[in-house]
């Protein structure tokens, strides 16, 4: 078959559209279910159980790697700033996403 004739062929086939109330059913369902769709709930379970996790670990950390009770700091060891800091920006970027995401949410 040569390019004329599939192009006559595609040119002469009748349109094919749904019927008319096929679209308003389907269209009716969709605003159906988008009117009854609840938002995800962000799941603050999870978060607290990982901040309290993260906690623990950090805490546990400082304490086994410390040093003794009757020495004196002067200052923190570099193990303990640096794990401090990596902690507040992890806290700080998931307490952004978790505001982001609510606002996000919000929208929809």
């Not at 996790?53 to 923190?76: H, I, K, N, Q, R």
């Not at 640096?82 to 978790?98: F, Q, R, V």
Request: no cysteine.
């Amino acid at each position: 078959m040569n390019q004329d004739a599939i192009d006559r062929a595609l040119r002469d086939e009748p349109e094919v559209t749904p019927s008319r109330d096929f679209s308003h059913r389907v269209m009716r369902t969709v605003r159906t279910e988008a009117a009854n769709r609840k938002a995800m709930p962000f799941p603050w379970q999870l978060l607290g159980g990982g901040l309290a996790l993260s906690a623990g670990l950090t805490l546990f950390g400082v304490l086994s790697g410390a040093a003794p009770p009757d020495a004196a700091l002067a200052e923190p060891p570099a193990y303990l700033t640096a794990s401090l800091a990596w902690l507040s920006a992890t806290l700080a970027g998931s307490l952004a996403l978790a505001w982001w995401s609510m606002r996000f949410a919000g929208r929809s």
